[in-house]
């Protein structure tokens, strides 16, 4: 099967686990709606390997190849959520495109996305994913996301999707006056950190423990 169809026989099983799903992230503690919807629109199945389509719904990252993962959707919810609170995401950068997932649900609440990533095969992998579903909105790149993508800067959100031992010098160079950056910090204790960048300071706000791939230099 190529890499980014739909799995066939599997819409209606992934509807009601699609709505299972949504109801554990309420359970979980996420409360915006517009996120919840999101998350619900995009069929998250298309975006693992078939063996693994049955879990694709449950509240687990899952296995890409290349040492990658698909972030559970309770992370990409919280990290969505956090990154909106009283505001719309305007345009976004998203660092660590994997299979093209959070891009997508990324593209449900805002009409400028931008995704980079830098193992070359998993980027063909977005790209078929995201036209598998008709979700044209996003742009992708291959690129070492520790530099950003300063020809489309300055962005009002930027996500990064993998964890670096410190904040990268040109992710907080593009971030747009009173935008708001979110990542994991850390090696092997984690933690996720918003940045809002305010008239006179980044300022930090540390949330929740996570475990996420490193952020890497270089491409491949």
Partial sequence: MMPGR???GYGMTSQRTRARMIERLREQGIVDEEVLAAIAAVPRHVF???ALASRAYEDTALPLGFSQTISQPYVVARMIEALRAGRDLGKTLEIGAG????AAVLAQLTDEVYAVERI?????KAKLNLRA???LKVRLKHADGQFGLPEAAP????IVAAAAAHVPRALLQQLAPNGRMILPLGAATQQLVLIERRAEAYVETRLDAVRFVPLLSGVE
């Fill in 99 to 102: 299979c093209g997932y959070q």
């Fill in 133 to 135: 579903i008709k979700q």
């Fill in 48 to 50: 693992v390997e078939e």
């Fill in 6 to 8: 739909p799995h066939t």
């Fill in 155 to 158: 962005f009002d959100t930027i």
């Fill in 120 to 124: 070359a095969p998993l980027l063909a």
